[in-house]
T-cell receptor, first 112, second 114 residues
Framework: GNSVTQMEGPVTLSEEAFLTINCTYTATGYPSLFWYVQYPGEGLQLLLKATKADDKGSNKGFEATYRKETTSFHLEKGSVQVSDSAVYFCALADNYGQNFVFGPGTRLSVLP | DSGVTQTPKHLITATGQRVTLRCSPRSGDLSVYWYQQSLDQGLQFLIQYYNGEERAKGNILERFSAQQFPDLHSELNLSSLELGDSALYFC?????????????FGNGTRLTVT
């Protein structure tokens, strides 16, 4: 079945540091890929998405590129802020099933 | 604010009891999803409804059931509760219930079984 693997956290960075959170997936066909973010006490929010190979999703300074050859969708940000502290979930949705599959989440803490 | 409303926010109950969690989707969204989030299992998909009909089923226990009503709100019923059912239960909604329609999550119901 479909699955998503993320780097284990927690990840702790200083403000303005460069962020990478690795995500790889296993899926049949051509899934759509997503990053969701969960702030403390809240539900998940869509951060960005990519629906086909080589697409780049971007939002709020975050970027991720859909790499079919490496089955990856790594999340990057050039300069993190304290307000980026949250749990980040990589997810996929295939074109045959109707449900989304989420990775385990990676907790990011940004220190001032 | 995602527009998805879940009630109650917190629920504390004893083993063996039954509870009902409620979800109102965003205005215009036809599909509702239920997820369970626990520390050791991560975010697990339970079930999806589209316009009142069950569309997909995930790792939902037989003790759990759900439905989506004509006004599109949904309820998740958990019965014969066990300590291991303690978790955050999220509802999410989307317009079409397909991959082209991202999920919008509510803030969850935290269930504690004692």
């Amino acid at each position: 079945g479909n699955s998503v693997t993320q780097m284990e956290g927690p990840v702790t960075l200083s403000e303005e540091a460069f962020l990478t959170i690795n995500c790889t997936y296993t899926a049949t066909g051509y899934p759509s890929l997503f990053w969701y973010v969960q702030y403390p006490g809240e539900g998940l929010q869509l951060l960005l998405k990519a629906t086909k190979a080589d697409d780049k999703g971007s939002n709020k300074g975050f970027e991720a590129t859909y790499r079919k050859e490496t089955t990856s969708f790594h999340l990057e940000k050039g300069s993190v802020q304290v307000s980026d502290s949250a749990v980040y979930f990589c997810a996929l949705a295939d074109n045959y099933g109707q449900n989304f599959v989420f990775g385990p989440g990676t907790r990011l803490s940004v220190l001032p | 604010d995602s527009g998805v409303t879940q009630t109650p926010k917190h629920l504390i109950t004893a083993t063996g009891q039954r509870v009902t969690l409620r979800c109102s989707p965003r205005s215009g969204d036809l599909s509702v999803y239920w997820y369970q989030q626990s520390l050791d299992q991560g975010l697990q998909f339970l079930i999806q409804y589209y316009n009142g009909e069950e569309r997909a089923k995930g790792n939902i226990l037989e003790r759990f059931s759900a439905q989506q009503f004509p006004d599109l709100h949904s309820e998740l019923n958990l019965s014969s509760l066990e300590l291991g059912d303690s978790a955050l239960y999220f509802c999410a909604s989307s317009v079409t219930g397909t991959v082209n329609s991202p999920l919008h999550f509510g803030n969850g119901t935290r269930l504690t079984v004692t």
